[in-house]
């Protein structure tokens, strides 16, 4: 083999264990949860690092009838904010795998 060239079993090789740790990681975040909070904790959000919604949980001092655009606002900060957890947990654990493709060799940016 000419310095250079690239072993195709080596390269295959190390595919399939970019592609099982994927597969690993993306059943994690599936089942890891994440928490949001808006209004110094009157609404809460709990939802999976993949983005599903598990739960909401409403203190009852902030339902008020005559002011349900706060209750929305805050219901809609929690979101954020729980979906802002999950966006880090997620490149926490699929950051590592997508910068290991860029070195292997043969690939750009090897």
Known sequence: MNPGDVDLQQL??????????????????ATAEVVGQAGN???HVRMTAAGEVQAVKIDPQVVDASDVETLQDLIVGALHDA???AQELQAEKMGPLASGLGGMPGLPGA
């Open 12 to 29: 295959m090789q190390q595919a399939q264990q970019m592609q099982e740790q994927l597969m690993s990681a993306q059943a994690e975040l």
């Open 41 to 43: 904790g009157l609404v």
């Open 83 to 85: 979906s802002r957890a």
